[in-house]
């Protein structure tokens, strides 16, 4: 089983709202990341969860915040959103910090 | 610095062979990477090779590795309608946390 699976497929919010993307994977990998994909680019590290501590933060704005309840799940959570944030987020994970990462499906967010 | 490259697009006749290269920078990246994304799908891995192979072969998929020229290629035999996607080539860079950098991803277009 190489299965990342993220809740929902489509979020669409507004500007004020707060909503929250899920990841979960049960691998047993310890390392978990979240990316940022916008449409025709590649995807762009945002935060590394190593060991269920976050240990890289890619000088993303405190508007995403992300969070790692145990070592199979990651959330995202987001607040105060700007229409330019819309894009597809991804989480994958990996066995160790320097193994193969695999992806989920992405949450298509649109933010209006 | 950080820089991984590939060429944008790239057409092929079912049942070719197709050829899709990338260059990178960072002569300390541990793994390389290939992941395929279809449209509005989340990105697959399809093979890696560790920095100290030169060669990988996993069915119709060969990966050819030339550290001195750091360049990478992906080869698909067979071509197939259904490989039709968007090909990325990542390096994971060794003292950043498992960060991977991708290049700007080869739009793979099969015609019958």
């Known amino acids: 089983d190489t299965e990342v699976t993220q809740t929902p497929k489509h979020l669409v919010m507004g500007m004020t709202n707060k909503k929250s993307l899920k990841c979960e994977q049960h691998?047993?990998?310890?390392?978990m990341y979240w990316y940022k994909q916008k449409a025709k680019k590649p995807p762009e590290l945002m935060f590394v969860y190593s060991y269920e501590k976050l240990s890289i933060n890619e000088s993303v704005p405190s508007r995403f915040s992300p969070e790692c309840p145990n070592s199979s799940l990651l959330n995202l959570h987001l607040h105060a959103l700007q229409p330019e944030d819309s894009a597809l987020y991804l989480c994958a994970s990996s066995e160790g910090r320097n193994t193969e990462a695999f992806f989920g499906q992405g949450t298509r967010l649109t933010v209006v | 610095g950080e820089d991984v490259e590939q060429s944008l697009f790239l057409s092929v006749r079912e049942g070719d062979s197709s050829v899709i290269n990338c260059t990178y920078t960072d002569s300390s990246s541990t793994y390389l990477y290939w992941y395929k994304q279809e449209p509005g799908a989340g990105l697959q891995l399809l093979t890696y090779?560790?920095?100290?192979?030169d060669m990988k072969q996993d069915q119709r998929l060969t990966v050819l590795l030339n550290k001195k020229d750091k360049h990478l290629s992906l080869r698909i035999a067979d071509t197939q309608t259904g490989d039709s996607a968007i090909y990325f080539c990542?390096?994971?860079?060794?003292?950043?946390?498992?960060?991977?950098?991708f290049g700007q991803g080869t739009e793979l277009s099969v015609k019958p």
């Open positions: 691998m047993g990998h310890r390392a």
């Open positions: 090779i560790f920095s100290n192979m």
């Open positions: 990542a390096e994971s860079m060794r003292n950043q946390g498992g960060k991977l950098i």
